[in-house]
């Protein structure tokens, strides 16, 4: 039959987004399912959604004194945002444009590798199992968004299924050789399952379905490209891949 797909997500964004989305719109769409994508690059720094400028779109403040606050903030006017974005846009655009012509990248890329490498390195610490305490204990904090997804679905007697989205970190070896390379990181303290174990054992624990991409992903990735060229998304096969991955666990568990 015909299956229609509403996707709310955006970008910059964590579960915290999604549960105030849920929130504000479910009723009026009565979803059949509600399907969460957690991925692993930045779902546990981004689970709350409690800041005033919340990724590059979103502002919704709640104080009175943080609005004040936040127009008297020249960086936070809109002709500001604008200009120096712009800047850098054009500023990345063109460096990009210098790689591709020096031979630094066989295609053009989304980020340029200096920005992407950097984005890697910086949250690359998921994977370090020096911090796996302090990673549990920011779980620990923020879990509560998952908990009042599940609440709403239950109260509306709709299924919930968490899918989890492996970092390319995760997936790539030539990237993590790279990142460690440049950055210094001692691979000796990886443990790249450690996040995703996390988020599992929570929501077995808490009878949510859980589906975890990573296997799959690593398996495949050894045939295959399944992200954009210095990006953090997937390109066309690494879409179908987890399309395939969470239509199959869909069918088969609910």
């Given at each position: 039959g015909k299956i229609q797909v509403i996707n709310a997500g955006m970008e910059s964004t964590?579960?915290?987004?999604?549960?105030?989305?849920?929130?504000?719109?479910?009723?009026?769409?009565?979803?059949?399912?509600?399907?969460?994508?957690?991925?692993?690059?930045?779902?546990?720094?981004?689970m709350r959604f409690d800041s005033v400028r919340?990724?590059?779109?979103?502002?919704?403040?709640?104080?009175?004194?943080?609005?004040?606050?936040?127009?008297?903030r020249f960086k936070n006017f809109w002709l500001s945002q604008f200009f120096f974005k712009e800047i850098s846009y054009l500023y990345y655009l063109n460096k990009k444009k210098k790689e591709?012509?020096?031979?630094?990248?066989?295609?053009?890329?989304?980020?340029?590798?200096?920005?992407?490498?950097?984005?890697?390195?910086?949250?690359?610490?998921?994977?370090?199992?020096?911090?796996?305490?302090?990673?549990?204990?920011?779980?620990?904090?923020?879990?509560?968004?998952?908990?009042?997804?599940?609440?709403?679905?239950?109260?509306r007697h709709i299924p919930l299924v968490i899918a989890i989205f492996p970092d390319e970190f995760?997936?790539?070896?030539?990237?993590?050789?790279?990142?460690?390379?440049?950055?210094?990181?001692?691979?000796?303290?990886?443990?790249?399952?450690?996040?995703?174990?996390?988020?599992?054992?929570?929501c077995r624990g808490h009878d949510i379905y859980v589906v975890d991409l990573l296997d799959d992903f690593q398996r495949s990735s050894e045939f295959k490209r399944l992200y954009l060229m210095h990006s953090t998304h997937w390109n066309e096969d690494g879409n179908a891949l987890a399309g395939k991955i969470i239509s199959g666990f869909i069918k088969k568990t609910i």
């Open positions: 964590g579960p915290g987004y999604c549960q105030r989305i849920l929130e504000k719109y479910g009723d009026r769409i009565k979803p059949d399912l509600v399907l969460l994508g957690f991925f692993i690059g930045n779902g546990f720094n981004d919340y990724g590059n779109f979103i502002y919704e403040p709640t104080d009175i004194r943080k609005k004040f606050v936040f127009y008297c591709l012509l020096q031979g630094a990248v066989k295609e053009e890329s989304f980020f340029t590798e200096d920005v992407f490498l950097h984005a890697e390195y910086v949250r690359s610490w998921v994977f370090d199992a020096r911090f796996n305490e302090a990673l549990k204990d920011l779980w620990d904090r923020d879990a509560w968004v998952i908990l009042k997804i599940k609440d709403w679905c239950e109260r995760q997936v790539e070896e030539d990237l993590r050789d790279k990142v460690s390379k440049r950055y210094h990181l001692d691979k000796t303290f990886m443990d790249l399952r450690y996040p995703n174990n996390l988020i599992v054992d929570f």
